[in-house]
């Protein structure tokens, strides 16, 4: 069978187990409930805060969690390009560079983090000129910022250790860890504003406390890992390959990519956003609710990218290209019917899901009039999401990069085109950018089998 074999590169290396429907859901499962559980952290905040009776309380938390979800999601190439690089030196069956893999990523993680806390007078200007408010408002967020900024390292280094479990396959693990740091900042957020009194600043607190701690665990977890499959996390010659040139120039390579491609996805939905609130505040807040179904997309379709990630640079390391492929079809067909799925939920339950989201009667009737551009989302960005995957676990990233800018560039000049037709044609223009990354995508896909056939 295609999805059974692996030549492997170790002479007389066990082979690969064939990639089954059971092994997709193994990781693509734990991936799904994770995800569901990553918007606790903005609701525990907010439910606890908003209990204290001031609406800049509940406002200054809501800017910074923007703040802070902005800065991580572009710093997001760390947990892919890791998953990547680990997935590849597993197909590879080279346990000295699955253990560089983490290595390297933590060293990434605790420099950019630092360098963060290092510049947060200057990046605290820039996101604040970013994202403005009032003046008590800001004076909140910017205490909030100044504490929350300290968790930027163990941040980045969950992120780089979530990745290095997804890669190996462990999705188990790294629902553990997402639920530990949810789970630990509620109970926190309760403890210090409900228990000891403190406001935007206790909620803060809570946070990198968290985040601290799902860090420490986490590398507890990598070593006791590393110990029972590839031995002692620090084996000795392990300082040589850390630094190795070549090997570091390809991860700075990959992530460089994905950090470009993350920008101009970035700047989609801040064009999205900023298009809607030049129509009218009842726009953005329509517009607001809508992204809440682009967001329940794609926390679930997320999970069969990530399993895309692991299997196909598994394949890729292992020069297995009928595996690939194996990887491509099994995965895919999952995605397409969790998108079919929640197409049909949406079109059934979707306004039902407005009203649960708001009960200001105008914002609801415009939503309902938008609707089904929220029904298409899962059934035109189940090709972007899931080539994503793929093109990360091939360490295609190059390409990731130049069909990301290609579809800006399309989405631009289809919302400029439309401008006529107002916030419909401001939607069109998001459905033909998602259209336009999978297509320009696919196009590229030979290649990418061709070059994991090279590798062999």
Not at 12 to 35: D, E, K, Y
Not at 94 to 103: G, N, S, T
Request: with cysteine.
């Amino acid at each position: 069978m295609s999805g059974g074999s692996s030549a492997g590169t170790a002479s007389g290396a066990a082979p690969l187990a064939p990639i089954t429907h059971a092994r997709v859901w193994a990781v693509a499962g734990p991936i799904i409930i994770s995800n569901s559980t990553v918007p606790l952290i903005g609701i525990a905040d907010t439910a606890v805060i908003g209990h204290l009776g001031e609406a800049d309380f509940i406002a200054a938390i809501a800017l910074g969690a923007i703040i802070f979800s902005t800065l991580y999601w572009i710093f997001g190439f760390l947990r892919m390009g890791t998953t990547a690089l680990a997935a590849q030196a597993r197909g590879r069956q080279d346990p000295d560079e699955i253990r560089a893999a983490i290595q390297r990523a933590c060293l990434v993680g605790v420099t950019v983090g630092a360098a963060m806390i290092v510049l947060q007078l200057p990046l605290g200007w820039l996101v604040f000129e970013a994202f403005p408010a009032g003046d008590r408002v800001e004076a909140l967020a910017g205490d909030y910022f100044a504490i929350r900024i300290w968790g930027a390292p163990a941040m980045l280094m969950n992120f780089a250790i979530l990745g290095w479990f997804i890669g190996l396959q462990r999705a188990d693990i790294a629902l553990y860890l997402q639920l530990y740091l949810n789970l630990a900042n509620l109970a926190l957020d309760v403890l210090f504003v409900t228990g000891l009194g403190f406001t935007v600043d206790g909620v803060a607190f809570g946070t990198i406390i968290a985040e601290w701690t799902a860090m420490v665990l986490g590398l507890v977890l990598v070593l006791r890992h590393a110990r029972a499959t590839t031995g002692a996390l620090f084996a000795s010659g392990d300082r040589v390959r850390l630094l190795d040139r070549a090997a570091l120039a390809t991860m700075l390579s990959v992530n460089r990519d994905i950090f470009i491609r993350s920008a101009f996805l970035m700047a989609a939905f801040v064009w999205l956003t900023m298009q809607g609130a030049a129509q009218s505040d009842l726009i953005l807040a329509a517009n607001g609710v809508l992204l809440h179904f682009f967001y329940l997309t794609a926390h679930a379709l997320d999970g069969f990218a990530f399993a895309s990630e692991a299997f196909v640079g598994e394949s890729k390391g292992g020069g297995d290209r009928q595996r690939l492929r194996h990887a491509v079809r099994l995965t895919s067909v999952w995605a397409v019917a969790a998108a079919l799925l929640f197409a049909l939920v949406f079109w059934l339950l979707g306004g039902w899901f407005i009203s649960l989201l708001t009960n200001v009667a105008e914002v609801q009737e415009t939503t309902r009039t938008y609707l089904p551009w929220a029904i298409l989302f899962p059934l035109v960005t189940v090709a972007s999401f899931q080539l994503d995957g793929i093109f990360v676990g091939a360490t295609r990233t190059g390409d990731m990069r130049n069909m990301m800018a290609l579809s800006f560039a399309v989405y631009i000049g289809a919302w400029w085109a439309l401008q006529p037709h107002g916030n419909h044609g401001l939607w069109a223009a998001f459905i033909l950018f998602n259209v336009a990354r999978g297509i320009t995508l696919a196009a590229r896909y030979p290649a990418l089998e061709r070059s994991v056939a090279a590798s062999r």
